[in-house]
């Protein structure tokens, strides 16, 4: 859509438009640099998971009260971004917590202990939450700019990340160690962070077309209609992120553990996963373009549910790895639309209000899923993702008309939910 100036005319070439345009597109690469380099970094770690957890010689529920330090520090470092963002941007924001989260990669493997792994977990964890809030937030000003429901291809970056950070580590889990392993995503994770840091810090947002008018987003405190709403799309989050994160934490040793895949396989799991949610989010503008977003996240909640049954009851590997991906293109979408929707109304404070219900299901997931395979089975303890999943779905129905009213900011454009 052509930026015009004030009187609503077209600018010529080489005016100011154009240059916001230019910056646009700079930015909106830099922002995707972080998204895939968040993607990379988080599965480098958790394709290592089986091997940290020998090393360390905890039991499954130990190993999913030392997990809880992920999403722990995660989630109380959230609801604080948001402020930090509100103060500074959110654009230095995401390249500290960027820094941050390169160096605490590479502290799991030097642990010995339960205890010293959820400690060092709780750093990496910090600097998750940081740069998902972070970052987000500067996705949800640059998608008003862009008026377009762009918010999936950013997370779809994040899957491709994801994607080939678990892909490398099953192709050097039999022959690096954790340890020289997550020092080289150190080194990696710092010298993205040095090339798109300063596009990020250099280019500012330009404000969206003035012919289209739009609502700013509250700076401060959200009224009682938005703080609503932003709950609702906070929960929606919180039923995917659990399915995001018991796969990510559980995957590779439901297949290693129960399915005996080897290592290689294992870890392909996730790779697998984060592909189909790359795939799924690489056509969520278009999709939500075209089938809007109560049927996106209905279908979205009912695939995943399906498919994560499958994945979590298979008896052999291949069904398994099967249920994986369709879970992966159930999930891709429904969490960006929440926090997109979330940012649209409320802005950093809406992003970390729905980012820290969000994460709360991967600091529900970890130790639930620990238990539960301790009580019963690690298959019957995945089921619990199908039920979210389904969960999800229901609530994206129930308020399929409380959110039309965010739809001027630009985020997502709710005139075309016609899904309802």
């Not at 990340?161 to 080194?187: C, D, E, R, Y």
């Amino acid at each position: 859509m052509p930026l015009l100036n004030k009187l609503g005319t077209a600018s010529p070439v080489g005016s100011g438009p154009v240059s916001a345009a230019r910056s646009l597109s700079r930015l909106r690469t830099a922002l995707t640099v972080f998204f895939a380099l968040d993607g990379f970094l988080f599965a480098g770690w958790v394709v290592r998971i089986p091997a940290i957890k020998q090393q360390t010689g905890a039991s499954a529920s130990d190993l999913g009260l030392a997990l809880l330090g992920v999403s722990a520090g995660a989630v109380v470092t959230m609801t604080l971004t948001g402020r930090l963002c509100r103060r500074f941007g959110s654009r230095p924001v995401t390249v500290a917590a960027g820094v941050l989260l390169a160096l605490s990669i590479a502290l799991p493997p030097l642990t010995r202990s339960a205890l010293a792994l959820g400690l060092v977990l709780l750093v990496f964890g910090t600097a998750y939450g940081g740069i998902n809030v972070a970052m987000n937030s500067a996705a949800v000003d640059l998608v008003a700019a862009l008026r377009r429901p762009a918010m999936p291809g950013f997370h779809a970056a994040f899957s491709l990340g994801g994607m080939i950070g678990a892909g490398l580590g099953g192709l050097v889990a039999g022959h690096l160690s954790p340890t020289w392993h997550l020092l080289g995503l150190t080194a990696v994770g710092l010298l993205l962070t040095a090339a798109a840091g300063p596009v990020l810090l250099r280019h500012p947002v330009p404000p969206p077309p003035e012919s289209a008018p739009r609502e700013k987003p509250p700076a401060g405190r959200m009224d009682g209609r938005s703080r609503r709403l932003v709950t609702v799309f906070g929960a929606i989050a919180l039923c995917t992120a659990y399915g995001e994160g018991a796969l990510a934490d559980w995957g590779a040793l439901h297949l290693e553990t129960d399915l005996h895949a080897r290592p290689g396989v294992a870890a392909a799991g996730y790779a697998l996963f984060a592909l189909t949610m790359t795939v799924g989010r690489l056509s969520g503008t278009a999709l939500l373009e075209r089938l809007g977003q109560t049927r996106t996240l209905v279908a979205g909640g009912a695939t995943a549910a399906v498919g994560m049954l499958l994945g979590a009851l298979a008896p052999t590997v291949w069904l398994a790895l099967l249920g994986f991906a369709v879970t992966g293109l159930g999930l891709a979408n429904i969490f960006p639309v929440a926090v997109a929707r979330a940012g649209a109304l409320a802005g950093p404070a809406g992003v970390a209000a729905a980012s820290t219900l969000g994460y709360g299901g991967m600091l529900l997931g970890p130790p639930s899923i620990g238990f539960l395979a301790d009580w019963f089975s690690l298959p019957v303890a995945l089921t619990t993702v199908a039920g979210l999943a389904g969960g999800a779905a229901l609530i994206g129905y129930a308020v399929r008309d409380a959110p039309a009213a965010a739809g001027r900011t630009g985020a997502l454009p709710a005139g075309r939910d016609r899904g309802r």
